[in-house]
């Protein structure tokens, strides 16, 4: 991939030193870790906005379908699991 961006930032003289010689010790360039953890920054980011997506998602349509009526309330999912939890301690 072609390097046509230059990205400057100031950070504290000890995080510098500490990393260039992290990076030394790995006989690896700086430029190429960093461009490493913003692309692992990245990837976490969209993952992250993925999640949430699926998740709003789910939500809605659960929504839906207790509005149409097709859903169970609190009250009968934890007797469900109470029983399934009575039956499984009863076989134990």
Do not use: C, I, W
Request: net charge neutral; glycine share 4%.
């Amino acid at each position: 991939m072609a390097k046509e961006a230059v990205f400057t930032m100031k950070l504290e003289a000890d995080l510098r030193a500490d990393f260039m010689a992290e990076t030394d010790a790995l006989h690896r360039p700086a430029s190429q870790v960093v461009r490493e953890l913003m692309r692992e920054f990245v990837d976490q980011q969209r993952l992250k906005r993925e999640h949430s997506a699926f998740v709003e998602r789910k939500v809605a349509l659960a929504r839906t379908s207790m509005q149409a009526g097709r859903g169970y309330g609190n009250d009968e999912v934890e007797a469900e699991f109470a029983s399934r939890r009575a039956r499984v301690t009863d076989q134990a």
